[in-house]
């Protein structure tokens, strides 16, 4: 298994950023996949998930309503949509099944700073 995050950078509160992450050497389209966070000093958490099929999605509480997954089967990649960005998001992201069963990638930095 092949997980490879990017899309991360820095953004100002309020703003948008849309993470990507290409998954191989799994059936891609037959996963569950999910979104984590790793903010500095603290531990990692479940941000967002999103069935197989991409019918169903779930969310932290922190933020629902803000940001949004989605995923291309056919091109093996899930993405994760994070609008109204606030100095709290500030986190390295990664991407894992779901439950998260696999090692974790890099993970790409996301930074919310004015």
Same mark, same amino acid.
């Given at each position: 298994?092949?997980?490879?995050?990017?899309?991360?950078?820095?953004?100002?509160?309020?703003?948008?950023?849309?993470?990507?992450?290409?998954?191989?050497? $799994?059936? $891609?389209?037959?996963? *569950? #996949?999910?979104?984590? /966070?790793?903010?500095?000093? !603290?531990?990692?958490? $479940?941000?967002?998930?999103?069935?197989?099929?991409? /019918?169903?999605?779930?969310?932290? *509480?922190?933020? !629902?309503? /803000? $940001?949004?997954?989605? /995923?291309?089967?056919?091109?093996?990649?899930?993405?994760?949509? #994070?609008?109204?960005?606030?100095?709290?998001?500030?986190?390295?992201?990664?991407?894992?099944?779901?439950?998260?069963?696999?090692?974790?990638?890099?993970?790409?930095?996301?930074?919310?700073?004015?």
């Amino acid at each position: 298994v092949q997980l490879v995050e990017s899309g991360g950078g820095l953004a100002q509160p309020g703003g948008s950023l849309r993470l990507s992450c290409a998954a191989s050497g $799994f059936t $891609f389209s037959s996963a *569950d #996949m999910s979104w984590a /966070r790793q903010g500095p000093g !603290k531990e990692r958490e $479940f941000v967002a998930a999103i069935s197989w099929s991409g /019918r169903e999605e779930y969310y932290a *509480d922190s933020v !629902k309503g /803000r $940001f949004t997954t989605s /995923r291309q089967n056919v091109k093996g990649a899930v993405y994760l949509q #994070m609008d109204s960005l606030k100095p709290e998001d500030t986190a390295v992201y990664y991407c894992n099944n779901y439950p998260s069963t696999w090692s974790w990638g890099q993970g790409t930095q996301v930074t919310v700073s004015s």
